[in-house]
């Protein structure tokens, strides 16, 4: 039990610490619809983590999709298309904030789901395109 609740605090601790750096992103100007695509690379740190902790095959699929995610970033940063923020080491930090936060967040609620496998539901009780509410 205890190392659920270490995954579950800490998890949510960097999932609200990666909303955060998106809103201050947001906020320094950054527009969400060019935002959004980038802190999605957050995937980024899944794919990584698996290969080092859960000894997942490095497939050339996988290496060729973190490159291509991470030259979009710099793509973006570097573009005059749209102001996504990337100028000063403050917006760096948000986005970092936002990527890691994410990344590292999702892949602790991800080693939690095989501990809610028996639970009422599964343990992802409503299936894609279902809401909660």
Not at 2 to 20: D, K, Q, R, S, Y
Not at 53 to 72: D, F, H, M, Q
Not at 102 to 126: H, L, Q, T, V
């Amino acid at each position: 039990r205890e190392p659920l609740i270490f995954l579950a605090l800490h998890g949510g601790l960097l999932n609200t610490t990666a909303n955060v750096g998106y809103m201050l992103l947001t906020f320094d100007g950054a527009e969400a619809s060019l935002l959004a695509p980038l802190t999605s690379c957050h995937i980024i740190i899944i794919v990584l983590l698996g290969f080092w902790s859960s000894r997942e095959s490095v497939t050339v699929k996988k290496i060729a999709g973190c490159a291509v995610c991470i030259l979009s970033v710099f793509l973006f940063a570097f573009s005059n298309v749209g102001n996504i923020g990337l100028s000063s080491p403050t917006s760096i930090t948000y986005f970092l904030m936002a990527v890691i936060g994410w990344g590292f967040g999702k892949y602790f609620f991800i080693k939690m789901a095989p501990a809610f496998k028996n639970a009422p539901g599964g343990p992802y009780p409503f299936p894609a395109g279902q809401s909660f509410f």
